[in-house]
Antibody, heavy 116, light 107 residues
Framework: QVQLQQWGAGLLKPSETLSLTCAVHGGSLGGYYWSWIRQPPGKGLEWIGEIIHSGDSHYNASLDTRVTMSVDTSKNQISLRLRSVTAADTAVYYC??????????WGPGILVSVSS | EIVLTQSPATLSLSPGEGATLSCGASQSIGNYLAWYQQRPGQAPRLLIYDASSRATGIPARFGGSGSGTYFTLTISSLKPEDFAIYYC?????????FGGGTKVEIK
């Protein structure tokens, strides 16, 4: 049974860097794509980007200049960094495992708030 | 970039009634579409992939259909736990998009 565990700082000040990690339990990183998705309070889902086990990554064009994703195959973990955050980046952040199209396993989500 | 448009935004129904949710794509996407259910305070849960295949453990009352630019999610008889928000989603060319969601609420 695949389970995703997420952690990271939940409260940031404007201009700081958001840093989240997602650990994969019960499965390997290889053969899937790994996405980060966020959801502002009361709003819909926004795709941030994806990465595969080789480290090849693709990002949402609206966030491309601020996002970096990485993979640590030795720890079976993926990470997200989002620089220069503002209040607009306040959201629940999810990691998820993807197949060709669909995201079949999701982490529980972590609320990140940006406030001065 | 593929844009997914869901309708209606809100569906008010009673338990036991059937629900039909729609998702339109801005260009043909074949059958490359997934549906998710999100209950309050929870992560989205995969219901349907490849437009019509139920994910593991999903009850038979959930059905998906469509191809090209028009897709539907049907719930044959709503149970109390089905009142939630539903999203459609597509991925191609290393980009993933979600529809805006349909909230199914108790009438």
């Amino acid at each position: 049974q695949v389970q995703l565990q997420q952690w990271g700082a939940g409260l940031l000040k404007p201009s700081e860097t958001l840093s989240l990690t997602c650990a994969v339990h019960g499965g390997s990183l290889g053969g899937y794509y790994w996405s980060w998705i966020r959801q502002p309070p009361g709003k819909g889902l926004e795709w941030i980007g994806e990465i595969i086990h080789s480290g090849d990554s693709h990002y949402n064009a609206s966030l491309d200049t601020r996002v970096t994703m990485s993979v640590d195959t030795s720890k079976n973990q993926i990470s997200l960094r989002l620089r220069s955050v503002t209040a607009a980046d306040t959201a629940v952040y999810y990691c998820a495992r993807g197949q060709v199209v669909e995201l079949e396993y999701w982490g529980p989500g972590i609320l990140v708030s940006v406030s001065s | 970039e593929i844009v997914l448009t869901q309708s209606p935004a809100t569906l008010s129904l009673s338990p036991g009634e059937g629900a039909t949710l729609s998702c339109g794509a801005s260009q043909s996407i074949g059958n490359y579409l997934a549906w998710y259910q999100q209950r309050p305070g929870q992560a989205p849960r995969l219901l349907i992939y490849d437009a019509s295949s139920r994910a593991t453990g999903i009850p038979a009352r959930f059905g998906g259909s469509g191809s090209g630019t028009y897709f539907t999610l049907t719930i044959s008889s709503l149970k109390p736990e089905d009142f939630a928000i539903y999203y459609c989603q597509h991925r191609s060319n290393w980009r993933l998009t979600f529809g805006g969601g349909t909230k199914v609420e108790i009438k």
